[in-house]
């Protein structure tokens, strides 16, 4: 069977659930055009600065659209088969990923533009409000190890190619390091030398692209720099990227997040373009190219990943459904929106968007056959691959191919390293008060700072077999984030019960609610609960993980009380419409 014949309907089905699902709820959200946005009312052009759709389309989709709709697809598809995780990933991102993106940019809007955490505190308690931004805390240093981490290993080793060539990891080192310093210039530019927007993309989106042509020839070889292994270079790359995050954290965005996303946005476009395109001269020219070789469907139950259910909706996260987008949605780009009916493209339709990259990543497994030995190696890797057979067919050479696949995926990852690192700053200076410059890098230090803990610390499966820190934590990332998706629509769903008490809001997010609250505690408790105990009995691991894992588990469970406790108070309903006033 052809991918094609996947993809189409994929596309398809996407796209009407846009024209659908989407438009119903707009309606059942009762957006409204005329009245003025947060961003409308509080402009103040630093903070809340409304921007065109098309532009914050762009700069929403590159911040939720990182690695993980690449890494997630591609593990589920090589340990359960690509049929259950295409079923998950097109439900998934319809009925529960899309609405839980919208929600939680509509709930922002409504609430002033103030972040999800602050929509808990108004509709439920303080208490909530605290335990939340705990749990949020918790599940951001699990992302940033698990990114971390698998980024690291795209700078070591060597990639040997169908075709003979190899692909050098330091070579993409020294690509993404170029690539740093090319935001830097451009920031500086357009700060300075007042260099508008176009002139800045032809310039530097080029440039880009030589960097990544030249860092294959100049590698940038940590391991035989220093005479060690590879293993031991993975743990000093791991060591550099959480220094880039407490500077990026706490640098001026005019001077690093903001050129590098415009730069990223326009790599995953050229990614997304190239792999269609690919794909579609692949079908027509060189059948078997396109074909599907890997099984639809492998087992119930697997070594590598465990049960089918639930793991399967917890190692596929951002390609379906996402509790890190609520961040996203609530924390900048809720302060961006020019028009309140706008939130149907940007916060549905990124979603479904993403959905879409997600079904690429899988077809990168789709195309291996089941005894092929690239199916186990690290998601970024089989993601590289994947896309440089697809640009291959376009005339691209293979080594460019590979190494523009694997840059970008780095990139999406210095966006969520980034992103991820800075909340953690604003979580920190929330809880404990502290404002300022001191405050700030006390919150850096720390977000950064236990990552690396987890980072250093020697990584062992169940039979004491040292492996990865991201195949350790993709899982438990995993679940955190997914649990934390089903807490926002718990408190998406407190706040439409208060102000709507109509039974739609139980089908459109009480139910996914229900359906990721389950999924992600049974799966964070079938990792966590294990590891108390051994043939010998019940024992305190030393291992801080799993500690965290009951923190989450027990978070959840106090949130989860404190939400049926207030739906339960007998109250009327208040306003249908206007803000909640801070």
């Known amino acids: 069977m052809s991918l094609l014949a996947v993809l189409i309907p994929a596309a398809v089905a996407l796209s009407v659930a846009y024209l659908t699902y989407g438009r ?92 999800i955490a602050e929509v808990v505190r108004d509709h439920m308690s303080h208490r909530s409000y605290v335990l939340f931004l705990a749990f949020v805390w918790i599940a951001l240093v699990y992302i940033i190890v698990a990114f971390t981490d698998i980024t690291a290993s795209s700078f070591i080793g060597r990639q040997t190619l169908e075709n003979g060539e190899t692909v050098s990891g330091g070579g993409i080192a020294t690509s993404s390091l170029l690539y740093l310093v090319l935001p830097l210039i451009m920031g500086l530019c357009m700060r300075y030398a007042r260099m508008p927007l176009w002139l800045a993309t032809v310039i530097f989106v080029p440039l880009v692209g030589l960097a990544i042509w030249g860092g294959q020839r100049i590698p940038f070889d940590l391991a035989g720099l220093l005479g060690t292994t590879d293993a031991t270079a993975q743990k000093l790359w791991g060591v ?212 690396l803990i987890f980072l250093l610390r020697p990584q062992l499966d169940g039979n004491g077999v040292p492996v990865p820190a991201w195949k350790m934590f993709w899982s438990l990332f995993g679940a955190s984030n997914q649990l934390l998706a089903a807490l926002t629509l718990l408190g998406v769903t407190v706040w439409l019960w208060r102000t709507r008490r109509a039974a739609w809001v139980w089908l459109v997010t009480g139910l996914p609610t229900a359906f990721m609250y389950v999924m992600s505690t049974w799966a964070l408790a079938a990792m966590t609960l294990p590891k108390f105990r051994t043939p010998a009995g019940f024992v305190l691991p030393a291992d801080p993980v799993p500690w965290a894992g009951v923190v989450l588990l027990a978070l959840a469970a106090v949130m989860l009380v404190e939400a049926i406790r207030v739906i339960a108070e007998p109250q009327s309903p208040s306003r249908l419409r206007g803000y909640v006033t801070p």
């Open 24 to 115: 119903l709820l707009a309606r059942l959200f009762r957006l409204d055009g005329e009245t003025p946005t947060p961003a409308v009312e509080l402009r103040d052009d630093v903070d809340y600065a409304p921007i065109p759709p098309q532009l914050l389309l762009g700069q929403h989709f590159y911040a939720i659209a990182a690695a993980g709709p690449i890494v997630g697809p591609i593990l589920a598809g090589v340990a359960f088969g690509w049929l259950p995780a295409l079923l998950w990933i097109l439900v998934g991102s319809i009925f529960i990923g899309g609405v839980h993106d919208f929600a939680a940019l509509v709930a922002s809007i409504r609430h002033k533009a103030r972040s």
């Open 240 to 451: 550099l990227l959480l220094g880039y995050c407490l500077v990026a954290a706490m640098v001026p965005m005019w001077l690093l997040l903001q050129p590098r996303g415009h730069l990223g946005g326009c790599f995953l476009y050229v990614a997304l373009a190239g792999a269609a395109v690919g794909l579609v001269v692949s079908d027509r020219l060189v059948a078997g190219d396109a074909a599907i070789r890997y099984p639809a469907f492998t087992s119930w139950q697997t070594q590598r990943a465990g049960d089918l259910i639930p793991m399967l909706f917890i190692t596929i996260a951002c390609g379906a459904c996402s509790g890190f987008h609520s961040l996203i949605a609530s924390g900048t780009t809720s302060k961006q929106l020019r028009r309140e009916t706008d939130a149907r493209s940007i916060g549905y339709g990124t979603m479904l968007l993403e959905g879409m990259v997600a079904v690429v990543s899988l077809c990168c497994v789709m195309v291996l056959a089941g005894d092929d030995p690239r199916a186990g190696q690290p998601p970024n890797f089989v993601y590289a691959l994947g896309m440089g057979r697809f640009l291959e067919i376009l005339g691209v050479p293979a080594t460019v191919g590979v190494s523009f696949a694997l840059m970008a995926f780095t990139t999406f990852v210095y966006d969520t390293l980034d992103v991820c690192t800075r909340l953690g700053r604003y979580i920190i200076q929330e809880l404990t008060g502290l404002t300022g410059r001191a405050g700030g890098w006390l919150g850096t230090t720390l977000t950064a700072g236990v990552p």
